[in-house]
């Protein structure tokens, strides 16, 4: 996961997990002015907004800022899909309504450990930091300029960024609908779990 400065035009985008930021950032990265700020070279499970306070040159009020974020049903199905698939969180991946009341839930006493050390850790960084909670991490006073949304990435990415190469696609899984994961129970969960932005950005659970 990578953060990329502009720094001839002092803009940074912020790389919220599962929001098409390995796209953006790949294409960001192959511009002149381009410097990378991956979160692999961090040691603790953070947000990415205090993960980028320590690692820029200027506190983060200096910089113009845009982050994507996404539908929250959504975007759980897709961190649940990537913890799964890989080796350090699950030898024997649980269904998405096992992960969802077990680890997804015990997670959260983590409280955002150390990155990779346990299962539960690597679940923790990847599901339970959400994506309001990557922008606006407690401790943090801090307004990102433009929020623009997974939704809408190709006509929101050419606005935030004046860019009309298109996009890479990276990282894309093959997946049914993401409602065809959800009960009512794990539905609920989730809405819980991300009200703040929900409401914020009217987000709602499509039934396809």
């Known amino acids: 996961m990578v953060s990329i400065l502009l720094k001839d035009r002092n803009l940074l985008f912020v790389h919220v997990p599962k929001t ?3 796209s953006i950032s790949r294409l960001l990265r192959s511009q002149p002015d381009a410097v990378a700020y991956p979160v692999r070279e961090m040691n603790v499970a953070e947000p990415c ?3 980028l306070s320590k690692q820029l040159e200027k506190p983060l009020r200096k910089y113009r800022t845009v982050a994507f ?4 049903w959504d975007w759980t199905v897709s961190s649940y899909l990537h913890v799964a698939e890989n080796k350090p969180a699950y030898r024997n991946p649980p269904t998405f309504r096992e992960f969802v009341l077990g680890d997804w839930q015990r997670a959260t006493i983590l409280q955002y450990p150390t990155k990779f050390v346990t299962p539960l850790a690597y679940v923790a960084y990847h599901t339970q930091i ?3 909670e990557h922008l606006h991490p407690n401790g943090y006073n801090f307004k990102v300029d433009t929020i623009a949304t997974f939704e809408n990435l190709e006509e929101d990415f050419r606005d935030a960024f004046d860019l009309e190469t298109p ?3 990276v ?3 093959q997946r049914d609908h993401y409602a065809r994961y959800y009960d009512t129970e794990t539905k609920m969960l989730v809405a819980n779990r991300n009200a703040i932005l929900i409401k914020k ?3 709602v659970f499509d039934n396809d």
Do not use: D, I
Not at 69 to 72: A, E, H, I, L, S
């Open 201 to 203: 950005f009217s987000y």
């Open 69 to 72: 974020v996404r539908n929250p």
């Open 171 to 173: 990282n894309r899984s």
């Open 49 to 51: 907004v205090s993960q």
């Open 167 to 169: 996009l890479p696609q």
């Open 20 to 22: 098409a930021g390995g």
């Open 130 to 132: 959400t994506p309001w």
